[in-house]
């Protein structure tokens, strides 16, 4: 072999190492790069989006035995407003049971007309609604839980307790500051058919409770709602505001607590059809 040989195998031989090399120390570089962002996407969600509403769920039944007097004031597109009072009482039963009666106060058209749920299971509940100038109660059914609470851009569904977690899927998309509070931003799809097709919610890291929710049709947001004013009362995060928009109607309606107490520990005698349909709302 020739000296011009053996310089041409010889860079043959260098020239498949360099690629070689370049090869192999690309694919771990590749191989390092995917595991620091899977590392980074770990560290980041340490808890899964069923796990962020587990806790959402948790506070929410916990402030179940309580009585809450509400102002609601819903404005129109127009500029208009119109001003109601409510009381609303809960009380939790089981560790899945719960009861809920609402009754307005004012104006006087709505006086007296009330809300009652009895829940046997997250998943199992009865609804009913009374309106005085019928002088009848009626059922409300499953399918129309979405549908607006009295007028309001509310929705029974959102006057109502926690929901059966099974009945959705939670998928985080990312973490947000909204108000100064760190939150977990959290796509919620329902398994089963509702009004909305999803929704997106700001949950609070600290807190467990919604700082904003949006709700949507397909693609098209429809209802937007924002909830502020937080205080801890007996330990538990309350929101004192909440504004539900209709971005379909520019409706939209806002709640004032002006008084809440927790661990009412109500009786069972105050949550019947006869105190619905009564008006007649004892505490004894």
Known sequence: MNKLTVEKVLSGVTNNQSC???VSWGGVIAVTIAMMIL?????AYS????????????????????????????????????TRTLTEFSKKVDTQAYKILVVFNSPADLKDVGFLIHARTFADRDIWAYFPEYKRIRRIPT????DSFFGSDFSYDDF????????YSFKILS???LDGKSCYVVEVIPKVKRKYTRYIAWIAKDLWIHMKIEY???DELYR???FKDIKIIDGIPTPFKANMVNKKSNHATELTIENIKYNTNHPDGLFTQRSLEGGEVSEK
Do not use: C, W
Request: glycine share 10%; no cysteine.
């Open 20 to 22: 070689f090399l370049s």
């Open 39 to 43: 590392t980074l996407v770990s560290v």
């Open 47 to 82: 808890m899964s989006g069923r796990e962020i509403y587990e806790n959402v769920h948790a506070v929410r039944s916990k402030a179940l035995d309580r009585k809450t007097e509400i102002t609601m004031v819903l404005f129109d597109k127009g500029g208009g407003k119109r």
């Open 143 to 146: 399918n129309s839980q979405d």
């Open 160 to 167: 109502s307790g926690p929901p059966n977690l099974e009945d």
């Open 175 to 177: 973490e947000e500051v």
């Open 216 to 218: 949507y049709q397909e």
């Open 224 to 226: 937007e709602g924002i």
